[in-house]
């Protein structure tokens, strides 16, 4: 199974950018769909981008798309997540996944592992 950690999170002001990385152990992280979560208090999980096996393919839901840009380097088991043109609205503990299937990644199904959450906060 593999295991996931997350960095890159911090505070940053309305209109700018962060990268959050998320690195994994163990075996076949290419095998894997990964993918991005995030969590704001009082609300409930919320997808925010998916990335197919190869990368190839992503999803993203219409809150985000055109701002944020998931990408994985293989090579290196990291996923990435850019975010850019950040929203005091994006501020949430964000959280990187793995799953079998793309699809399922999408509606929070299957998931096989989560890391531990980086904060992000955006200031206005």
């Known amino acids: 199974q593999v295991q996931l950690v997350e960095s890159g999170g911090g505070l940053v002001q309305a209109g700018g950018s962060l990268r959050l990385s998320c690195t994994a152990s163990g075996r076949a992280f290419s095998s894997y769909a990964m993918g991005w979560f995030r969590q704001a208090p009082g609300k409930e999980r919320e997808f925010v981008a998916a990335?197919?096996?190869?990368?190839?393919?992503?999803y993203y839901p219409d809150s985000v798309k055109g701002r944020f840009t998931i990408s994985r380097d293989n090579a290196k088991n990291t996923v990435y997540l850019q975010m850019n043109s950040l929203k005091p609205e994006d501020t949430a503990v964000y959280y990187c996944a793995a799953a079998r299937s793309l699809n399922g990644l999408r509606m929070n199904r299957g998931i096989v592992n989560w890391g531990q959450g980086t904060q992000v906060t955006v200031s206005s």
């Open positions: 990335s197919s096996w190869s990368g190839g393919t992503t």
